[in-house]
T-cell receptor
């Protein structure tokens, strides 16, 4: 089973709202990722969690706040977003993360994404 | 120079054609390479890993040229369902996506 699930599939929120995106995997992967993807562009890495610790934050604005409650779950809390934050938000997981040098493979499996619209 | 580069295309090919894409990378320490396909408004799906000795999966062949620092993807006997964007991923101490190559297969 190489399934990564994400909820919700679609989200429309105002600039003053607080919402959360959720991601789950049951493959025993120890690395989980958040990406943002705009139309006709490749996915843009936002955060990486490795062994439930934040390993990479690609200078993402603080209105995006990631959380990894356990090895299977990854959340992205959203607050005071801007219209330009509208995009497809993708979660991914892999057995290991390259910086860990702990062995394992780096193939990433993506969830279906949450299409976010900020009004 | 970008760390990972791909020809954006689009590559428009007839069914049954053979088509090849390249992906060049700038960091010689890159250690792992992958090809993903992404359909419109869908998530990227892993197509294949790229091994040093090259690898084949049905109609798809991936190769790595470390000397010239590129990976390639060859698709034989193209099908309409192969129409998608093909993204390469290069791993050093971080994961970098290429910008993607759009393939359109026509009847």
């Amino acid at each position: 089973d190489t399934e990564v699930t994400q909820t919700p599939k679609h989200l429309v929120m105002g600039m003053t709202n607080k919402k959360s995106l959720k991601c789950e995997q049951h493959m025993g992967h120890r690395a989980m990722y958040w990406y943002k993807q705009k139309a006709k562009k490749p996915p843009e890495l936002m955060f990486v969690y490795s062994y439930e610790k934040l390993s990479i934050n690609e200078s993402v604005p603080s209105r995006f706040s990631p959380e990894c409650p356990n090895s299977s779950l990854l959340n992205l809390h959203l607050h005071a977003l801007q219209p330009e934050d509208s995009a497809l938000y993708l979660c991914a997981s892999s057995q290991a993360f390259p910086q860990r040098l702990a062995g394992g493979t780096y193939e990433q499996y993506f969830g279906p994404g949450t299409r976010l619209t900020v009004t | 120079r970008k760390e990972v580069e791909q020809d954006p295309g689009p590559f428009n090919v007839p069914e049954g054609a053979t088509v090849a894409f390249n992906c060049t990378y700038s960091n010689s320490a890159s250690q792992s390479f992958f090809w993903y396909r992404q359909d419109c408004r869908k998530e990227p799906k892993l197509l294949m890993s790229v091994y040093s000795s090259g690898n084949e999966d049905g109609r798809f062949t991936a190769q790595l040229n470390r000397a010239s620092q590129y990976i390639s993807l060859l698709i034989r006997d193209s099908k309409l369902s192969d129409s998608a964007t093909y993204l390469c991923v290069v791993i050093t101490d971080k994961l970098i996506f290429g910008t993607g190559t759009r393939l359109q297969v026509f009847p």
